[in-house]
């Protein structure tokens, strides 16, 4: 049985003061059923994970660099995100690929060196509306998952989330039987490339304007495995019930 994953992913949003979101989550979850990531910019990662010591909420980071130290100004290794006390890190998310051009094969060296440094590489991808509309979904899932998915990945250090690009931060979402589609060809997929312990363990998430009133609705597709949240997570009034809607369908 896989355990379901509600991963937050807070972008470029957050101050000290937003801890507070993080604490309320700890008091509304003190012995949740599926597990709970939360993926705050760089700067507060060290203090999210001071707040979650005592709990089981997760802390990630939502980019690395491919190698573990050098001259590279500005940027952040596994090594240092696991420093911090992250044990996870989101990877390929499209706004990485769209704003600093990155490939799958960056996507497959940096989720490499994520798992070499004991992170659980969460590996995003979906297609675009236009490729969408050009019945190209599949095929692009198929090349994404080919290219940024490392040989080394397993059960515990990979995470796949399917999130259409259209879907994120736009209110709109694909619907059950398109999600479902993907979600299953992605496990199809994972079943033949990897052993069955792999293929059946890894866990997919479906991202792209989850809120707490489609939650439910998405959680009852068949390979759902949870869900990656953006705009939704950031506050825990929000954030709590799609946690709850994902610990329902568990
Ligand atoms: C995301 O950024 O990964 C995401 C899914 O965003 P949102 O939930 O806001 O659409």
Redesign the pocket.
Known sequence: MRRKLAAG?W?MNGLTASLGELRSLVTAHPDPMVDILVCPPATLISQAAQCCAEHPIGIGGQDCHAERAGAHTGDVSAEMLKDSGACAVILG?S?RRGDHGETSDTVRAKARAAQAAGLMAVI?MGESLAQRDAANTLDIIAAQMALSIPDSSTAENLVI?Y?PIW????GLTPDAAQIGEVHDFIRTRLERRFDPGVGRGVRILY????KPDNADAIFRVPNVDGA??????LKAGDFSPIIAALESSA
């Open positions: 992913n972008k998310h706004e995003c989330a999130e879907a994120i931060g736009t991202g792209g304007s989850v990656l949240v953006g705009g939704a997570s």
